[in-house]
């Protein structure tokens, strides 16, 4: 199971963690979404995992992704992998 840590925004086409979400669901990859705080001084628990305060933040098993672009990345490569299996 993964974890998406996402900004507030309540759709799925506004934002870039919106476009995170649809990605996975389209890759078949469950998760669990955290909703953070809207001001980046209040992201503690994001600074803890990325050493950044943005979000989207992808925790998957042992590895923590951040950037839109590097997740929806990581999620191709892990569900090609997937498939390789």
């Not at 996975?24 to 705080?37: K, P, Q, S, T």
Request: glycine residues 4%; aromatic residues 8%; charged residues 30%.
């Amino acid at each position: 199971m993964a974890i998406l840590y996402r900004c507030k925004t309540p759709t799925n086409y506004l934002c870039p963690c919106g476009k995170t979400a649809r990605r996975l669901r389209a890759a078949g990859i469950e998760f669990d979404e955290v909703r953070v705080a809207v001001l980046k001084r209040d992201r503690d628990e994001v600074d803890e995992l990325t050493g950044q305060r943005w979000v989207p933040v992808l925790v998957h098993g042992d590895e923590v992704v951040h950037d839109s672009h590097r997740i929806c990345e990581y999620v191709e490569w892990a569900s090609s992998a997937e498939v390789a299996r």
